[in-house]
């Protein structure tokens, strides 16, 4: 009875998250200019009105993350006491930092310093001070806040499923505070819901932005036509990939990719530093560290009237929350055996200053060309990294690296969605199945084919981005709940020292 009950319950989330996606799929291809304006609408009510709430959340995780790593709770195991960390470390940070940004360094690590550059927030575009407020910026948007807003779920994810063998669900995380029976009752099931909700969402338009950029990469570098032909040869090619990778499972595919990941990049960033103007990219990088480090609280308290705030900061903080279910169960799923501070260590500290460092190089190479390249480099974001890079020697070789950078990063957040989303949907289940990882392989594929041809990923992006802000609450209360919980369990530990320390003291006075 108890196996059939959970296998309904599993059944239940899995039916109503397909049944809310087609939906709202349907509802955005059939009538477009509706979807468009209810999501656009919602989507300027809440950051208008509800601003500060995204700054103070987004701040909050980070508060949480250092109290978490550097309090008593710091040694606490993501697991039993006995056990090791399955993956290595380095394995561990390609897989982590490939699911959290991936495409999304390559999208933006030319694209975004350049548009700061040239439209700066209240000051002259294309002088020096644009130049270091770009780069700050990126920091900024890219730094501490995305990753500490993707440790507090997966940290709070993976010590519920391998300290107390809880299903690997977000409603898992609110055990402490509901009790068990109601966390996996109707409220439990709407937040796995929304969660897979979310992840598909953002995985889909992450799939079809993808597509374009590499179809725009190809035709900017070989002269490949951008047709819908061309853009769907792409996606199934990569979809045959992603699904091979995903079935093999973590410890196989998703991680070999995962360090080839890390490798391309890392090559890259090296001939970039050759070069490019490699004294200007070290200084760079030193100011706007300097900078963001001593700016940081002035800034995540920050908003103005300006819509610069709501189409960068604001959209941003979002879009991360939106992408949070998705990376924070990936990151929990493969952080076992870790301690509380390693993995704010790894999760937190290490992913953000590796993003620091693309951006210091990626942004001076943009900005030392001046503003006219930097303008014509920003006309289509998709290309503006091979814009770029063709005014340097060996720009030709260096794009083509990126090209190839561009899709193992793309199969490796597909296949990390798969399996996530089998797992959301498959009753927390660590090793979810083939059939339901297929099931979802071809959900998201499909969707994003729908909609890039039907010119709707924007508006799924905004529309899952709307769906961030319940979400945001969700992840509020998950903190409170390891607040709750990580304060119990160092509680107990605590009450059990007296009488140890009697034993010791009684041993020496013996003695």
Known sequence: MKKKTKHKRGQEVFIISLIIVFAIVVWGIAMPDSFSTVANGLFDFLTTNFGWFYLITMTLFIVFCLWAAFGKHGKIKLGK???????????WFAMLFSAGMGVGLVFWGVAEPLNHYVAPLAMEGGTEAAAGFALETSFFHWGLH??????????????????????????????????????????????????????????ATSLGLATMQLTSGFNFLFGTPETDTVRLIIIGIITVLFMISAITGVDKGIKYLSNANISLATIIMVLCLIVGPTVMIINNFTNAFGGYMSSLVSNSFRIGDDPWYGAWTLFYWAWWIAWAPFVATFIAR?????TIREFVGGVLFAPTLASFVWFSIMGTMGINLGEGVAEEAIAVTETAFFVVMQEYPIGQLISIIAVILLTTFFITSADSATFVLGMMSDRGNIN????????????????????????????????????????????LLAMGSMVKTLRAEVEADEEKLPDIDKEVLESAVGK
């Open 81 to 91: 006491p006995e056990e090791e960390p399955e993956f290595s470390t380095l394995s």
């Open 146 to 203: 995305p990753w500490a807003n993707y440790a507090v779920l997966a940290l709070a994810l993976a010590y519920m499923q391998f300290r107390h063998d809880k299903p690997g669900q977000i409603s898992s995380i609110f055990i402490p505070l509901l009790g068990e029976e109601r966390a996996r009752g109707p409220i439990g099931k709407a937040i796995d819901i929304l969660a897979i909700f979310a992840t598909v969402a953002g995985v």
């Open 334 to 338: 493969i952080s076992r055996g870790r």
């Open 432 to 475: 979810p199945s083939t059939k339901r990882k297929i099931t979802w392989g071809f959900i998201q594929t499909g969707l994003a084919i729908a909609l890039m041809l039907s010119g709707g990923l924007e508006m799924l992006q905004t529309g899952s981005i709307v769906a961030a802000f319940p979400f945001a609450i969700v992840m």
